[in-house]
């Protein structure tokens, strides 16, 4: 699992948005705003999908035994 932060992400996403736009002076908080934004879409996505993901992988992970209590 990344140990990288909600802000971390967040700054990485607006440097990388600042830079394809020609790396712009005076435009650093429409960049963060963008980052914001983009990175709170992908972590209640990732969040969406570990939820609809996690009690099958969990029976996955799940060693097979003949004792159906276990």
């Given at each position: 699992m990344e140990t990288e932060t909600i802000e971390?992400?967040?700054?990485?996403?607006?440097?990388?948005l600042?830079?394809?736009?020609?790396?712009?002076?005076?435009?650093a908080d429409e960049y963060?705003?963008?980052?914001?934004?983009?990175?709170?879409?992908?972590v209640a996505e990732e969040r969406r999908r570990e939820a609809a993901d996690g009690p099958?992988?969990?029976?996955?992970?799940?060693?097979a035994t003949d004792d159906p209590a276990t």
């Open positions: 971390q992400r967040i700054r990485a996403k607006a440097y990388a600042w830079q394809e736009d020609g790396s712009m002076e005076g435009c963060w705003k963008k980052a914001r934004a983009l990175v709170e879409a992908e099958a992988s969990n029976e996955e992970r799940r060693p």
